[in-house]
T-cell receptor
Framework: GAVVSQHPSWVICKSGTSVKIECRSL??????MFWYRQFPKQSLMLMAT?????????EQGVEKDKFLINHASLTLSTLTVTSAHPEDSSFYIC??????????????FGEGSRLTVL | AQTVTQSQPEMSVQEAETVTLSCTYD???????LFWYKQPPSRQMILVIR??????QNATENRFSVNFQKAAKSFSLKISDSQLGDAAMYFC?????????????FGKGTHLIIQP
């Protein structure tokens, strides 16, 4: 089955620094990847849609200058949290759809990245 | 826009018993897909079951089955012979197939507790 790998799984950083999270599709090409944010005991909130070779599409209320998304290849999307602050601490999950396996809408998820900003 | 509602924040069931998790959705589209995802303590999202809206037959995957009521826009998940490993957050989700580049819309989730 389709596998999505996310790295790092856990990162701690100081306030004001930037953190990069990588999301890779290991055995399929993903022209589109999705970045979700999940607060404790809450649901997944779509932050942005990452499009290979073009600008990401951000959901309303998500600061595009704070959360930089780059989708430079068909297998890699990165999320950079710039000038991180404690309120950015959260669980970030990437996902992708394997279009080659059929138009079913199923998303394959990475393992998630827990960001803690001190 | 699509919305997904899970009205049960938490459910508890005895091991080996059957439990049903509720989900309702709202969409104006005619061609869409519905999903149940499981998120165990590891927080890895795992697909449990998928239902295509154009199919009248309810999807089944081993101990997991759905009751899909299209007119009522209801999509409940039944777990039979509950096992300790079923303990997790369960999220209902929808996707409009015409929005190929769109992500899934998730409900708020139901925390399922399995009592030994």
């Amino acid at each position: 089955g389709a596998v999505v790998s996310q790295h790092p799984s856990w990162v701690i950083c100081k306030s004001g620094t930037s953190v990069k999270i990588e999301c890779r599709s290991l055995d399929f090409q993903a022209t589109t990847m999705f970045w979700y944010r999940q607060f404790p005991k809450q649901s997944l909130m779509l932050m942005a849609t990452s499009n290979e070779g073009s600008k990401a599409t951000y959901e309303q209320g998500v600061e595009k200058d704070k959360f930089l998304i780059n989708h430079a290849s068909l297998t890699l999307s990165t999320l950079t949290v710039t000038s991180a602050h404690p309120e950015d601490s959260s669980f970030y999950i990437c996902s992708a759809r394997d279009m080659a396996s059929g138009y079913t809408g199923e998303l394959f998820f990475g393992e998630g990245s827990r960001l803690t900003v001190l | 826009a699509q919305t997904v509602t899970q009205s049960q924040p938490e459910m508890s069931v005895q091991e080996a018993e059957t439990v049903t998790l509720s989900c309702t959705y709202d969409t104006s589209e005619s061609d869409y897909y519905l999903f149940w995802y499981k998120q165990p303590p590891s927080r890895q999202m795992i697909l449990v079951i998928r239902q295509e809206a154009y199919k009248q037959q309810n999807a089944t995957e081993n101990r997991f089955s759905v009751n899909f009521q299209k007119a009522a826009k209801s999509f409940s998940l039944k777990i039979s012979d509950s096992q300790l490993g079923d303990a997790a957050m369960y999220f209902c989700a929808s996707w409009y197939s015409g929005g190929g580049a769109d992500g899934l819309t998730f409900g708020k989730g139901t925390h399922l507790i399995i009592q030994p």
